[in-house]
């Protein structure tokens, strides 16, 4: 850190050389005025100075203000597991709890903690103790929360909670809450609402995120690696971040601001102190910050905050319809103009409220409500944030004339969803499509080969070491598969998916194994 006092002594010292060479040049050349000039000059540049530092201090006390004004509304969340009773001592003594038992025995018999030898001599105790055969809570994660109401509401990602069985808060002055319960839970956006019994909290502010603009200030809070209260800087790096396929609808602010593990949940203010994202996710090679982290902007946070609340679940709209982006390939193929802005619709759900009202195959949606439609994500975003029973209006242009057309929204469900076969249905760490000529070519398979390709994966998600890019699912549990919905009825229905697998090398047989 540079202190104050020691810049301005580095500028005048600067200053004085700067002043010396030139008073040198000057006389010279026997210019008396010259003296006068620098000192001038000196007493400008010393301005400059005060001037800077004035900013820099006006910064800096902003960025105080804001970790000051909200560090008592942000928290700790500790997700806990139940874990059967075991050993005392022996190869678990001293290890972290909620290291699995694989896990524990890979550390080795002269280890008590990591990286720790145990003292020479010391006895060891292998016989099961009376306290350690019932059931314990351990700790199995953590993240942070922001609390939105004086009464106990509480933000943070579904992530951070989906798999506990309890759930502590820890808050800015050290005391510790069990969460009451948790109030609703969203893993299409990966957001949840829990409750403490407690009152005269300190709730943050939800701001416009709209408002936030590439170059903007922001100050992330959080704990991360458990370092609780953490307070980072950054810019906003990019907004409307999506197909990232990190949640089923990415629409994210990108920062710099430095997000690790244990920031999930956690507020992403602006240098007003209101919430303009909940911290969500990274991309690191590393797992830690490598400078890009993604937050859900506090205008979708605010919808669904208040549905959760009010409705205990997240209601969206629904119209029936699978879209496609227009590219350039696309309106070739359809003969289409080269400027023509918008997506197509690539199919349509028979017994959905757009098929209802008319809309086709191969329609393309120019514009809805008289707002442009200019990516898929947009338009899937739009009609989700609709409420049930709601009026949208759809441009369409459809073998080259306009027309508008009335949809009537529905609301959403998962079953609606299956039974399109295609488009909002996300499987864990898997992106599928059904099989066709252009997939085929892509990927090198037979043109006729009937199945569902595998166009996404992620390396760490449970497909990840059974499948590849390029995979051609051909059955489930011996049942062919045509439709995204025959994959997402089986992971349902079973315990195990059994899966036909062809690539360019040849067929294969892979199986994954679900819970116990």
């Known amino acids: 850190m540079i202190h104050r006092g020691k810049l301005s002594t580095f500028l005048a010292v600067g200053g004085c050389l700067a002043v010396s060479g030139l008073f040198v040049g000057i006389t010279k050349f026997g210019?008396?005025?010259?003296?006068?000039q620098l000192y001038a000059q000196q007493t400008v540049s010393a301005e400059l100075a005060k001037r800077e530092l004035a900013r820099a201090d006006e910064l800096s006390g902003?960025?105080?203000?804001?970790?000051?004004?909200?560090?008592?509304?942000?928290v700790s969340i500790t997700a806990t597991k139940k874990v059967g009773g075991g050993l005392r001592g022996g190869l678990n003594q001293g290890l972290p709890p909620g290291i699995p038992e694989e896990f524990r025995r890979f550390f080795g018999e002269e280890f008590e903690q990591f990286g720790a030898p145990q003292p020479k001599g010391r006895p060891r105790q292998m016989q099961p103790q009376e306290d350690d055969m019932q059931d314990q809570e351990v700790p199995a994660g953590l993240g942070s929360g922001v609390i939105i109401s004086a009464d106990g509401y509480i933000l943070t990602n579904n992530h951070v909670i989906a798999q506990a069985d309890g759930l502590k808060v820890t808050f800015s002055d050290g005391r510790e809450m069990d969460v009451e319960k948790v109030?609703?839970?969203?893993?299409?956006?990966?957001?949840?609402?829990?409750?403490?019994?407690?009152?005269?909290?300190?709730?943050?502010?939800?701001?416009?995120?709209?408002?936030?603009?590439?170059?903007?200030?922001?100050?992330?809070?959080?704990?991360?690696?458990?370092?609780?209260?953490?307070?980072?800087?950054?810019?906003?790096?990019?907004?409307?971040?999506?197909?990232?396929q990190i949640t089923s609808y990415d629409d994210f602010i990108q920062t710099d601001a430095a997000i690790n593990p244990g920031n999930s949940g956690g507020p992403l203010l602006n240098l007003s102190g209101e919430v303009i994202g909940i911290n969500t996710a990274i991309a690191s090679r590393s797992g830690s910050y490598n400078g890009i982290g993604f937050a859900i902007p506090s205008n979708k946070v605010r919808r669904v905050a208040e549905s959760l609340i009010r409705n205990g679940r997240m209601i969206r709209g629904f119209v029936g319809l699978s879209l496609a982006p227009l590219d350039r390939e696309r309106l070739e193929k359809e003969k289409l103009p080269t400027d023509l802005r918008g997506v197509m619709i690539d199919d349509v759900y028979p017994e959905g409220p757009a098929a209802k009202a008319g809309l086709q195959k191969s329609d393309v949606v120019t514009s809805i409500d008289n707002k442009d439609v200019d990516s898929v994500p947009a338009l899937r975003h739009y009609i989700a944030d609709l409420s049930p029973g709601a009026t949208v209006e759809?441009?369409?242009l459809r073998g080259g004339k306009k027309e508008e057309i009335k949809v009537t929204v529905e609301e959403q469900t998962d079953d609606k969803l299956l039974a399109m076969g295609s488009g909002g249905i996300q499987l864990p760490?898997?992106?599928?499509?059904?099989?066709?000529?252009?997939?085929?070519?892509?990927?090198?398979?037979?043109?006729?080969?009937?199945?569902l390709v595998v166009t996404g994966i992620a390396s760490n998600g449970p497909f990840g070491s059974l499948l590849s890019l390029g995979d051609l699912i051909v059955s489930?549990?011996?049942?062919?598969?045509?439709?995204?919905?025959?994959?997402?009825?089986?992971?349902?229905?079973?315990?195990?998916?059994?899966?036909?697998?062809?690539?360019?090398?040849?067929?294969?047989?892979?199986?994954?194994?679900?819970?116990?």
Not at 498 to 516: S, T
């Open 62 to 74: 902003a960025f105080r203000k804001v970790a000051k004004a909200l560090k008592p509304s942000v």
């Open 429 to 451: 760490g898997l992106q599928l499509e059904p099989s066709s000529p252009e997939l085929a070519a892509e990927y090198n398979l037979p043109e006729n080969a009937k199945g």
């Open 31 to 36: 210019g008396g005025s010259g003296t006068s």
């Open 476 to 516: 489930v549990n011996g049942k062919p598969v045509g439709k995204v919905a025959d994959m997402a009825v089986a992971l349902r229905q079973g315990r195990s998916l059994k899966m036909e697998v062809m690539n360019q090398e040849g067929r294969r047989v892979v199986e994954l194994r679900i819970g116990n």
């Open 183 to 244: 109030v609703g839970a969203d893993e299409k956006i990966d957001l949840a609402v829990l409750k403490v019994n407690a009152s005269g909290l300190a709730p943050a502010s939800l701001g416009d995120s709209d408002a936030m603009e590439v170059g903007d200030w922001v100050v992330a809070i959080g704990s991360p690696f458990g370092l609780a209260q953490t307070v980072t800087q950054g810019i906003v790096s990019a907004t409307n971040r999506s197909d990232m």
């Open 394 to 396: 759809f441009h369409i």
